[in-house]
């Protein structure tokens, strides 16, 4: 007998018959003696729904009203989960985030979890039920409404599963668990079986997005034990935990990739102390996050440098920079969309020397020109041009040992070409 | 500079354009220097739409689990209105029934409101807000969500009138006010000015219905002042408190039906004591809401005996009967539907002679049969055949001086005929 924390997105929840096929997932593991806790998502397109009605009276609304809104969306969904429960012959009661004592800070749109009091999760439990809450959603000390922000429904869980002492937390979703990379890119991607907390923090940007990195972040303090698997199959999915187990010979675990990328680039700047706080500090007050930086060698007192940043981004970057050039005196600034940031991720490659260098290799013989590089201890990123990714990520794939003997179907059956 | 709450009814706000409206009515209380709380309902179809969801998963849904999806109808409406609200550049907040200190028993689907601490509504009206507070709904001592069944929005805003003791309760509806008969029937129905609670509970089933018997009943119990107005026009309304003003020479303030009505006869039925408690003991256990009951006089021992229930119960309590013939001897029981309950009301009949004998004299005279009579303080009630109703209500509205000079017209210009 296990205690086991369920996570439902709304594409799980989204018809009428995936709401039952949800239930009798509920109910089997309740005739198998586990005691179950279901966080849910708002059904299908509900949030967007109510999202477009607040937008015709009021372009901008108050952020407390939008979250008095929009956490109706999940109390929906627990509501009709709990009844579709009830109709198979199961007991279930529903949750919204108060009622799940789940405590928040006090922000609207993004708040984090501060605090919660499973008493009456362990109250319901005892009394038999599957106990089904509100995912993206709390309260703050002064009974006022929170939600999470992007990726709520998953940290909801995560959190639950930390705070009531689950065995494990399942997050049930459209695909089948992690994959070495976008099997959209990639037929012969693999379904890993194992990952680790780190190597899915910067997997987290992989096509499917199944879990959000705030999420993994959670479970790897708290130590909750993931498994991402599939809403529609039995299949066992992808377990996510602190040590994982490589393959034999295999470094790389996958291969990540960004296309919301734009480079800035600053040449000619005079090599004073202090210009790059400048720069930096001037993007950050301008609230635009940077990822990779890039300083060239100082040639003559001027040096080059590179940073990337989201698309749409690029023309505020561009015109911080601009702002600034009076402080920092630069010869040009240019930009470059239409990027694409490449990564191969894997605990293994700390203790593999080369692991670099064959990604330099096998790119370069592709004849794609490496842009920047940026290297951490289970990761390498390369920033590429777009119209070579699909042979690059191919590359990568086949040259770090990924691919599977067969390929991967995505999309059905009448997608097998 | 007054303390006001404000009811709207779900189809006050079942538009984007209505529930516009329905803000720039508040904006322009607040620019008046008022202090504004507002009691919504659920949009237009709203609830009917969660009801046929539920009913998808769970023909026979928790009424807890019912309670936690419907409350997010008025959730949905009272962040809306809020947002509508602040795209006027005015303040305001929504709360739920438990943010707005609605306590109710521990029933679902109909709980009775038990205590209402309104220190948040007055915080929140004290940071100059209008306070937007979700009808139908509360909350139990044990954090359970709750709703107050039919009605429910009108008694919210009675209770909270009565909680922080307003100076009036608005109720803002589809209809000017409270007619002196359903305009549908009598095109120079009259629109009242003022009427008793007493008068108002009797007149609750006119066709309008605009405001709930048990609201009614919660405003007389706690003396609020109530106004039911239209919330299309700027129209002044009906206003509802103890002693409302009759005008010159009119006795009868308005004339009520209700053609939910079926009479069920006991003929010949042993005269021995206890017997009509036998019968009304047997009905209420069976569920069956008994109105009008008369007797005839003795015959020979024997005695014939009706009463009127609902036309949905009219099998039922036949079938009641029967079941109890052993202990009730009787000759023959026989039933009767296609009847209306046609009543007139006001408070001034009590001290006018006659007036009934003039409702006999008209009905009458127009050649329909009275089935029954039922008299009460401030109202005098027929049963007749339905056939003849519309003549009869046209006949005492004008015989009781209720008509007015200029014709009621319904339903737009288009009706004008």
């Known amino acids: 007998m296990s205690l086991i924390v369920m996570k ?12 039952q096929r949800v239930a009798k997932r509920i109910a089997d593991y309740k ?22 009605q607040s937008k015709q009276l009021n372009p901008n609304p108050p952020a407390r009203e939008m979250d008095m809104l929009l956490t109706t969306g999940e ?4 509501a009709l989960l709990s009844m579709a429960i009830h109709a198979i012959g199961h007991r279930a009661v529903s949750f919204t985030g108060w009622q799940a004592g789940i405590r928040t800070e006090a922000v ?21 039920n599957a106990v089904i809450v509100a995912g993206f959603q709390g309260m703050t000390d002064d009974g006022e409404i929170t939600t999470l922000g992007r990726g709520g429904s998953d940290t909801t869980a995560v959190a639950l599963a930390a705070a009531i002492k689950a065995d494990v937390c399942e997050i049930y979703t459209d695909v089948d668990g992690v994959y070495s990379t976008d099997p959209r890119v990639v037929k012969c991607a693999r379904k890993l079986d194992e990952i680790s907390y780190d190597e899915m923090l910067e997997l987290a940007n992989l096509g499917a997005a199944v879990l959000h990195p705030r999420a993994v972040e959670y479970a790897k303090h708290n130590n909750v034990r993931l498994v991402v698997r599939s809403s529609f199959t039995q299949n066992e999915g992808t377990t996510v935990k602190e040590e994982a187990v490589m393959e034999q010979g295999v470094v790389v675990r996958g291969i990540a990739f960004d296309k919301n990328v734009a480079r800035i680039s600053i040449l000619g700047v005079e090599d004073e102390p202090g210009v790059l706080a400048k720069v930096f500090g001037a993007l950050a007050e301008g609230g635009i996050d940077v990822d990779i930086i890039v300083q060239s060698g100082v040639l003559g ?12 981004d690029q023309e505020k970057a561009t015109q911080v920079v601009e702002s600034i050039r009076a402080s920092v005196p630069y010869r040009e600034v240019t930009s470059e969309v239409d990027l694409v940031k490449v990564s191969i991720v894997g605990a293994g490659m700390v203790s593999n020397p080369g692991v670099a260098a064959k990604m330099f290799d096998v790119i370069s013989k592709l004849g794609v020109s490496i842009k920047m590089v940026s290297t951490s201890e289970i990761k390498v990123s390369c920033v590429i041009a777009a119209e070579g990714v699909q042979d690059v990520i191919r590359g990568l794939h086949t040259a770090y040992g990924l691919d599977t003997a067969e390929q991967v179907f995505v999309g059905g059956p009448q997608d097998r070409r």
Chains 1, 2 share one sequence.
């Open 75 to 78: 109390q929906i969904s627990v």
């Open 8 to 19: 439902f997105g709304g594409s799980s929840v989204g018809t009428t018959e995936r709401m």
């Open 301 to 312: 007192g001027k040096a080059d440098f590179s940073f990337t940043v989201s698309k749409d």
């Open 31 to 52: 005739e198998a003696g586990h005691r179950v806790v279901v966080v849910v998502s708002a059904m299908g397109d509900t949030t967007d729904d109510l999202i477009d």
């Open 108 to 128: 609207h749109g993004k708040a984090r979890i501060s605090d919660i009091t499973p008493d009456r999760i362990f109250g319901a439990l005892d009394a038999g």
